[in-house]
């Protein structure tokens, strides 16, 4: 795309924990930030967070509890092993719920959709993730897809690292409306 623009005077939260994928805590931020996003790091208490990989670390800006689910236009939930830490926080929980209860648009990725299924907001959707937890998601009401990226309504998922192009892309579609040019890189 052109105009590098697009989501100027957007907000987006992403869900951060020590342990987070590197590539997916940070690529993402990335791009939206490219694209003209105000990105805000979120987690269960303010502080550095280190990538599963050590690749990465994040500084989190916010905790939760202090933020507003409808001030974004965007929750994005990063996997590696941080969703099994956000997921036990009653806080980060009500957060998620907030985003899917008001149509405001999530992605997560990988194991990201763990958060999903402890906020309990899976059950009719169509998702795709990490393959070690699709019985999860499963378990959870949803319906597992095998596929790169999967939008369902305000809900985007993709299932590793390697998607991320596709996540990326995918996001910023929902959140223009506009079908995104797809790059060598892609």
Do not use: W
């Not at 105009?3 to 690529?27: C, M, P, Y």
């Not at 997921?87 to 209860?101: N, S, Y």
């Not at 008001?102 to 993730?129: D, E, K, M, Y």
């Amino acid at each position: 795309m052109s105009d590098t623009n697009e989501l100027s005077g957007k907000r987006a939260a992403i869900l951060i924990a020590d342990k987070f994928q590197d590539e997916e805590g940070v690529e993402t931020t990335a791009f939206l930030r490219e694209h003209g996003m105000e990105v805000v790091t979120a987690g269960i208490a303010p502080g550095p967070a280190e990538g599963k990989y050590g690749r990465h670390t994040v500084q989190i800006e916010h905790a939760v509890r202090e933020l507003d689910a409808g001030t974004f236009d965007l929750l994005v939930i990063p996997g590696g092993a941080a969703p099994e830490t956000l997921r036990l926080d009653a806080d980060v929980l009500a957060f998620t719920r907030a985003f899917l209860d008001a149509g405001t648009p999530v992605a997560a990725i990988c194991h990201g959709p763990q958060v999903l299924i402890s906020a309990r907001v899976l059950p009719g959707r169509t998702v795709t993730c990490y393959a070690g937890i699709r019985d999860d998601v499963q378990l959870a009401g949803a319906k597992y897809v095998d596929r790169p990226v999967q939008v369902d309504g305000n809900l985007v998922t993709s299932r590793k690292p390697a998607d991320i192009p596709a996540f990326n892309k995918a996001i910023l579609e929902l959140l223009t409306g506009v079908v995104a040019e797809v790059g060598a890189e892609e």
